[in-house]
């Protein structure tokens, strides 16, 4: 059972236009959500995160947009740059003392053309 | 910046094959996860150590893989006999003890059983 349901799967975007992916999910006790980048060949990294104490976190060109109500959070990608096309995951967790059990989505697939 | 390691970088291997891969996570990281990533998916924990010792092994499919972490440090996760559908991207990732919500990822283990 996927945990967390990503969507689109693959987007194309033109440079200097806005990238938005999305996520929900269903268990109430998940209270930390990172979005994760990643390039062919390469591991996949902490792009920006948040917890259900905001509804928005910005940094840079890239804002979190949480709506704990409707269990879901997006990912804006603001003026997307050609330098920007990888492959994006949302995830999921519960805080825990022992550790953290990421729930990752399925991924979606961002070109941006020139 | 320090940076998780792990080899080989691709791996090819025929079924019913041994294979074993290594991490060596973040220094003073004390948990290290191991995911699994299918193609097109998004990655899944096989296993989570907290400095030595198992915290979370429910998804690793014990009756071929193993993960050890014998002295807290390096980790090596091993399959026998590998299958054809263990044909995926073994990710490592590490945490800092107190700040578990981000885990840095190393580059990936690519696994082709044939």
């Known amino acids: 059972q996927q945990q967390v349901k990503q969507s689109p799967q693959s987007l194309i975007v033109q440079k200097g236009g806005i990238s938005i992916i999305n996520c929900a999910y269903e268990?109430?006790?998940?209270?930390?959500f990172p979005w994760y980048q990643q390039f062919p060949g390469k591991g996949p990294a902490l792009l920006i995160a948040i917890r259900p104490d905001v509804s928005e976190k910005k940094e840079g060109r890239f804002t979190i947009s949480f709506n704990k109500s409707a269990k879901q959070f997006s990912l804006h990608i603001m003026d997307s740059q050609p330098g920007d096309s990888a492959t994006y995951f949302c995830a999921a967790s519960p805080i825990s003392n022992t550790g953290n059990q990421f729930y990752f989505g399925t991924g979606t697939s961002l070109t941006v053309i020139p | 910046e320090a940076e998780v390691a792990q080899s080989p970088r691709y791996k090819i291997t025929e079924k019913s094959q041994a294979v074993a891969f290594w991490c060596d996570p973040i220094?003073?990281?004390?948990?290290l996860y191991w995911y699994r990533q299918i193609l097109g998916q998004g990655p899944e924990l096989l296993v989570q150590f907290q400095d030595e010792s198992v915290v979370d092994d429910s998804q690793l499919p014990k009756d071929r893989f193993s993960a050890e972490r014998l002295k807290g440090v390096d980790s090596t996760l091993k399959i026998q006999p590998a299958e054809l559908g263990d044909s995926a991207m073994y990710l490592c990732?590490?945490?800092?003890?107190?700040?578990?919500?981000?885990?840095?990822f190393g580059p990936g283990t690519r696994l082709t059983v044939l």
């Open positions: 990732a590490s945490s800092l003890r107190d700040h578990k919500d981000t885990q840095y």
């Open positions: 220094s003073g990281h004390a948990t």
């Open positions: 268990n109430t006790a998940f209270d930390y």
